[in-house]
């Protein structure tokens, strides 16, 4: 666990932090939806070159199309390059490609757990056009795992005494679990 001064220096507090860390087990996951779903990525790809030629043409320029592909790969990069994730009783990390950030539980105020995607933020009625608010999240090839892993791990939050609001909008099968 990677430890840091607390801005709390009760010892009291620590040790409910350290005791949360150390009861839920980290979980690593790369989520990379360019790879995992193909077929979307070619309509993607196809619909950029589309607007590539277009911009080059207005433009009168190849300059123009080439800035064109250029800034819409960079706007969709975390379609197109791999996130990584970890979570533990601490936080949750997302390592995009252009930056990392992190929400650690104690400041979590919403979670949105679903299976195209979820919502960590430190708002309760943020929306997800306040990106400074929240991460998005992408389950990667092992959706269940990783959704289970955050639910965990926010659950324990909320036993800490965390006002975090959780909706899972997974499906609940036959014998009481969550299926995506």
Do not use: C
Request: a positive charge.
């Amino acid at each position: 666990m990677n430890t840091r001064e607390s801005a709390n220096s009760s010892p009291e507090a620590t040790t409910d932090v350290d005791a949360l860390a150390s009861k839920t087990a980290e979980t690593v996951w790369t989520a990379w939806p360019a790879a995992e779903r193909p077929a979307r990525t070619f309509v993607l790809l196809l619909f950029i070159a589309a607007l590539a030629v277009l911009t080059g043409m207005i433009g009168g320029d190849v300059l123009w199309s080439i800035t064109a592909v250029v800034l819409l790969l960079t706007t969709l990069n975390r379609w197109f390059f791999p996130t990584g994730y970890r979570v533990d009783g601490e936080r949750l990390e997302a390592a995009y490609p252009l930056r990392r950030r992190s929400i650690r539980w104690a400041d979590a105020r919403r979670l949105v757990v679903d299976p195209a995607g979820g919502w960590l933020s430190t708002r309760r009625g943020g929306s997800r056009f306040d990106a400074r608010s929240g991460l998005d999240l992408y389950w990667g090839r092992r959706p269940e795992n990783a959704m289970d892993a955050v639910a965990a791990a926010a659950r324990m939050t909320i036993e800490q005494g965390t006002p975090l609001e959780i909706a899972d909008r997974r499906r609940v099968g036959k014998k009481g679990r969550r299926h995506a």
